[in-house]
């Protein structure tokens, strides 16, 4: 009999990045087309799927305890289905079954496909879904905001860091067909979507594996000497880029922001910064992971750049976008990181100054080259004291770098309510800056907003009368 006979309720617990996010949400839309609801808690559903990440070590045992809560829960309720999807589930394969009996089905990420397979299935048995089959027939999503939309603009990891587990979760790089994404954004914005989000693993290789014989927009045309050339017969044309998919996304009525995320350093190239700088709707944020400074720990972690050539980068991108916002991801203690090695990363944290950054302990990944370099291990107190260092810098900067917005008037996409004070509303700037503010809108609209004050975390303000009676 199929699970499907009456009216089911399902949940999702979602961990890991931004990519997760948007699977969670076609999760949720192909759930709903096969006619399940959404419970409100765990305890209501007799679906509990878990979309996990395993990025690192501590995302892995926030995982595991959630798992042994559904279980307590199946126990209860015999009838409920427990999923496990995602990249956690990917890197153990058929182990889930071993260690966790109780679970119905597992499927790596993006296959959601797979799991309304199952679910349509005439019987259940456990059922594990790994293979890598490109990317999933067009799903419908439910979006956490009306909006707000993720897009993914291509699978998988074609580079090698040699701490990271995505490039065996997620399989190689594809880019998805450029006409379909600008269809998708085209139909995003007519659904009233304002704000999308591209999403890809390096995203500024969007379009490498991709020919066309279509002619660059003209301003991306002194960046790319070999475009200009014709396509003659039997030609398969140039490689789409990032940049012109950025600019043909930021060119679609209704959409007000475009983002991205991530970007690798090694191919943030000068096109990109140029779109950054001509196009009002490519926001004023970069997150550009630096990983560690010294050059000798990048080579280790085979991320094919080295300081001065990250150092670079920043250089031509304050260059041509001088207010824009940088963030970053660094890991400290990377096996054989030496106490020199680390100020080295201090060091470019203190030149470069980001706005914000994402710091990590490093945490050995199953099948990864760097889990092997165990004799080199660095002890953890030294990883979390150099992370307290760091952090104190990071900090300091953040701190620093919100101030130059007090006194400016500011374009606020309102998100909600304040978290901290339900009398005011709470947005998000270009800059990727939350902004709590006094003032009255709808989640969705955009409003000007004079800001008065900043932490190093987030902005506050007054919407301003003035410029929008003007
Ligand atoms: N240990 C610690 N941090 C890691 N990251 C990726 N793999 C590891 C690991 N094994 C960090 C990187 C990456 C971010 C998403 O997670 O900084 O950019
Ligand atoms: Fe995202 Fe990486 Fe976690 Fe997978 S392992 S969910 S790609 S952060």
New binding site residues.
């Given amino acids: 009999m199929s699970v499907l006979a009456d009216p089911k309720r399902y949940h999702v617990t979602t961990?890991?990045?931004q990519?997760?996010e948007h699977d969670s949400e076609r999760m949720k839309g192909m759930l709903e087309t096969l006619g399940y609801d959404e419970a409100q808690a765990p305890e209501d559903a007799d679906l509990l799927l878990f979309n996990?990440?395993?990025?690192r070590e501590s995302?892995d045992s926030r995982f595991v305890a959630h798992l042994g809560h559904a279980k307590r829960m199946k126990k209860e309720r015999p009838g409920v289905l427990v999923g496990v999807g995602?990249?956690?589930a990917q890197s153990v394969k058929d182990e889930v079954f071993e260690r966790f009996p109780f679970v119905d089905v597992a499927f790596g990420?993006g296959q959601i496909n797979k799991l309304a397979e199952f679910l349509t299935a005439e019987s259940i048995t456990a059922q594990g879904y790994f293979e890598f089959e490109g990317f999933p027939a067009h799903l419908p999503t439910k979006r956490n905001r009306d909006f707000q939309a993720w897009v993914q603009i291509a699978v998988g990891c074609n580079l090698k860091c040699s701490y990271?587990?995505?490039p065996s979760?997620?399989g190689r790089e594809s880019s998805r067909p450029y006409e379909q994404l600008v269809d998708e954004v085209t139909r995003l914005a007519a659904d009233g979507v304002k704000e999308i989000t591209l999403l890809g693993?390096n995203v500024n290789a969007y379009g490498r594996d991709l020919r066309t014989s279509d002619p660059l927009p003209d301003a991306l045309l002194p960046f790319h000497e070999a475009a200009k050339r014709p396509t003659g017969s039997g030609d398969k044309g140039r490689p789409r880029t990032f940049a012109e998919l950025l600019t043909a996304v930021a060119d679609i009525d209704g959409i007000e922001r475009v983002r991205y995320t991530s970007p690798h350093p090694k191919d943030i190239r000068e096109d990109v910064v140029a779109v950054h700088a001509a196009l009002p709707e490519v926001c004023d944020h970069i997150h550009l992971p630096l990983q560690a400074g010294s050059s000798r720990i990048l080579k280790k972690m085979r991320r094919t750049y080295d300081k001065q050539r990250f150092l670079d980068r920043v250089a031509m991108i304050r260059e041509q976008c001088p207010d824009i916002s940088l963030s970053t991801d660094i890991i400290v203690g990377f096996p054989g990181e030496t106490e020199e090695e680390f100020q080295e990363t201090l060091e470019v944290v203190d030149a470069v100054r980001f706005d914000s950054a994402f710091t990590f302990v490093f945490s050995p990944r199953r099948g990864t080259e760097a889990a092997e370099m165990t004799d080199e291990f660095v002890p953890h107190p030294v990883k979390v004291e150099r992370m307290e260092r760091l952090v104190a810098l990071v900090q300091k900067h953040a701190r620093e770098r919100t101030q130059r917005f007090v006194g400016r008037t500011v374009d606020v996409l309102i998100e909600g309510e304040s978290r901290t004070d339900s009398d005011r509303l709470r947005g998000r700037t270009s800059h990727n800056k939350v902004v709590n503010f006094t003032g009255f809108g709808v989640p969705g609209q955009t409003v000007p907003v004079e800001i008065t004050g900043a932490t190093s975390q987030t902005l506050s303000g007054e919407m301003s009368l003035l410029t929008l009676s003007a």
């Fill in positions: 961990f890991g990045c990519m997760n996990t990440c395993s990025i995302a995602g990249c956690w990420p990271c587990i995505v979760t997620r693993q």
